[in-house]
Every structure is written in C-alpha cells, then in structure tokens.
C-alpha cells in the first residue's frame, strides 16, 4: 500500500485510497498477513495523528502492523498545490521523527521536542497491543 494522496509520479483520476484508513480496514478483514505500507511520508504526517492511526490499525489487526516511514519525496511540489495541508520535505531522515511517534506509543502524556514537530501532553489510549512497540523500518535512499 503506497502512501500518496494521488497517483504518482503524475497525477491521474485514477482511484487512490488514503493509506492508514485503508490499512485499518484490511487488518480489521484479516486474520493472518502483516500490514503496512510501503513507506509513510513524514513530511505530511503529523506524529501525533499517524500514531493515533497506528494504534488503530495494531489494534485492528491484532499486532500485525509494520511501520514504514521515510522523509518527503515523490512529486512534493505538485502535492503541496494541490492539497492545502502542511507540508515540508524535511532535510531530516525519518529516523528523526521517529522518537515523537514512541513517545505517543510509550508514555502516558507524550512528550517531545524536535526541529520539525514538537508534542507537548498528548495522550494517546490505547496504546497498542505490540510490544514493547510497533516494528518499525525507516525508507531511505542514497
């Protein structure tokens, strides 16, 4: 499952479901394959909101959820034209805003303070059922 809002790398009225709501959807149908994603994007997902989505996906699928996560790449000019949300391709690696994710996964009010994000009390319940947290592999290329 590929984490874009339109098809890449040029735009089309091809059908393009959004990624963590489709992704809660095949866990909760299911019973055995792990899910995730290519790689989720970073630079327009928010930490606090994808670890909500991932505790529901993790949840949905009984502890079979993957997280992927790599910086802005693909076409993010024409993304940030056409969809009016907060974008950024982030000079960072993804590894980066990992430690914000843990925290909503790990601490009771998360907290975290980043160059890109900053979460200052969030909670997030439940927490998840993969322990100690949801398996994570950070996309990159040379």
């Excluded at 393009?16 to 489709?22: A, G, I, L, R, V």
């Amino acid at each position: 499952m590929v984490d874009h809002f339109h098809t890449v790398p040029t735009p089309s009225q091809e059908v393009t479901f959004e990624c963590w709501m489709s992704l809660a959807a095949i866990a909760r149908d299911t019973k055995r394959i792990r899910v995730g994603q290519i790689v989720t994007c970073n630079g327009y997902r928010n930490p606090v909101l994808l670890a909500k989505w991932q505790v529901l996906s993790t949840c949905s699928s009984h502890g079979r959820l993957n997280l992927a996560s790599a910086r802005a790449g693909t076409n993010m000019s024409i993304k940030r034209t056409a969809i009016p949300i907060p974008m950024h391709r982030a000079p960072a690696p993804a590894a980066r805003s990992t430690p914000g994710i843990r925290a909503m996964w790990e601490q009771e009010e998360a907290y975290f303070e980043g160059t890109y994000y900053q979460i200052r009390g969030a909670i997030n319940q439940p927490k998840g059922v993969q322990k100690p947290h949801i398996p994570i592999v950070i996309g990159g290329r040379r």
